[in-house]
């Protein structure tokens, strides 16, 4: 069949006598996020408002090219879509918001977008049968909360839920603030959008003879210039080079995979982490190609090169990454660090954690391997300001090595040079400052020190504070305050101070919220409420000076090479 190009309006393509729009399983998932959103109400209503009078019936907007191919089924024919499911899809999520809003006002009107622009009535009693069918991934979702009326109110599992859900937010609120503003009736505005979408809106409808290579042809096409992500462009490859037979599994894996997340980005960095662990660092904008030609390499390892086995193993290694992202481990050790590397926000340690998540030797060796990582980072990182591209790339390598394999030796080996000397550590800690910006740096320090602190008076029992740690109960006190107040005279040296480790603390929230910028006298009441041994210290002192803090900050360093010990 050759390849043909009809004008028709959007009314003529999601239309209950049209033939049904199925998107394929190569598709992406929902992607648009408020700009393109944004661009496509403002485009609709600067129509309106352009031919606001009788004349509108006879103007035209048109809204570029969709691409498809007719298709026979065994429940009749219908248009797979390879081009324009976003446009149509983020259009009969605004149908959904007319139609709602003509609900209380015209049921019947209400009624008539229903069945004619989004589902199709079959007889009493059946099922409906809806215009538009998104991919698996969306399919269910979309249903219920836009397709389906009344509308449902499903559960949010992929960052394209998010984006459906968020599209119906933003056109539900821009419509509300349109008709108020304007005067104009929700009804009156309804009807009027609802007529230009369906009769003034146009499109080219290109009805391919033939797919030529769908991978291929999805890596160059763009929507309104919001392009493929490598996670979509990978799952598009794959499930292009899955045997038939296979497709459902390898489908089902990659919806564990999209469930990681509700941000395609993070999907995205889960994907090259997973890929340092097998081959090594690899940069994010070359992600894809990479991948796409080591899969095509005959001497490539079948976990990399087999559709079906690559995406179980990215489902399974998704899984992992999930509840590592969450600090979840069965080990107590395990989960201590898990927790410091969020903390401090390390996603340069992620990749080896994951490889040590896999089958890695024992529990004990992975527990010493995420301490000795969070080590190197806080030493190296945190408090010598090293170059954080020699530290990821030593993290990196381990986290390949151990993918591999490796000893517990061979990692550490590769970690021990950036370690740094203790008494270069200790020398460099008398003067750190770390910025608000960085709070996870100084929360991880802080609780680490009242860790070892702890430990060594042997005052385990921790109260109120140790037994609940963590952002949410523990707050960062400044002791010199951010913003001093009449109880404080201003430091000569405020900016150079104000953000030393030692001055510095942690108290519980009920505690800090009572601290304020008050006077220290009156600070070190609520610190000797404290139960942490980091505030033991504060109660015997006079008062609080640049003298104190340093001399805080120093004790504080002598503490550093056994709260982080060399290993």
Known sequence: MATSATAMSIGTLLNASAKPIRVPRVQRPFSWETPETKELWEDILEFYNRHSDDSIQSREYFMGAIVGQEQEGPDGNFVEILDGQQRLASLTILLSVLRDRLQSVDPSGAQSIQISNIAKFVRLGAPSQYLLTLNKVDRTFFRQEIQEFPRGTPKEKTASHALIRKARDYFDRK??????SEGVSHSELAYRLHSIIATNLKVVFINSGSWDDASDVFERLNDRGKGLSTLNLLRNHVLAKAPSHQVDDVEGFW????SLSQSASKVDTFLRHVWITHRGDVKKQSLFKEIKAVMATPSTPEILKDSYKFSASLAADADMYKEILASRHNDPGCTRWLRAIQTMGATALLPAALASSDGWLDTANQMKLLRSLVTTFVRFSIISGGDSSILESAAYKVAYRVRSKCSLEEALAILRPLLHTDMQVKEFFKTLSIPNAKSGYQRHLLEELENHASDTTGDKKGGLEKNTAG??????????????????DRWEQHDDLVNRIGNLTLVHKKLNATASNKPFVSKKEIYADSEL??????????DWNPQQVQKRQDKLAAQVPLAWPAF
């Open 471 to 488: 952002p949410s109960v523990l707050w960062i006190e400044h002791i010199y305050p951010q913003s001093p107040g009449s109880h404080w």
């Open 175 to 180: 419509f509300t603030e349109y008709a108020d």
């Open 255 to 258: 919806e564990t995979v999209y």
């Open 533 to 542: 041994t980091l505030n033991k210290y504060l109660c015997g002192l006079r």
